[in-house]
């Protein structure tokens, strides 16, 4: 998950294909949206007092929610298809053990 342009090109040096048509603009927004979540996510758990499982599905709320979001502001959008590409790769990362 890069969060941060220098990973991006640091990946790039490495290979080439790394992180395909996305750009500085991208990785900034979803680095901020990341940190958005979080922020709502931890709001729920001390509000609501939540279990870490509860935490957890909270997250995954919040995450599944900024995706729609995303893609259906404009579903054509290279920019927004790559943003959505990269937070669905969170999705996919997360594992609650």
């Known amino acids: 998950m890069p969060t941060d342009w220098v990973e991006i090109v640091n990946a790039r040096e490495f290979d080439n ?19 958005e979540l979080h922020k709502l996510t931890f709001r729920d758990y001390f509000h ?12 995954e709320l919040h995450l599944n929610k900024e995706i729609s979001k995303i893609i259906l502001r404009d579903n054509t959008s290279i920019h927004n298809r790559k943003l959505a590409d990269l937070l669905y790769l969170v999705k996919c990362e997360l594992s609650l053990l």
Do not use: M, W
């Open 17 to 35: 294909n790394a992180y395909p048509g996305i750009t500085a603009d991208i990785v900034a927004e979803f680095s901020s949206i990341l940190v």
């Open 48 to 59: 609501r007092n939540l279990s870490f499982k509860q935490l957890f599905s909270h997250f």
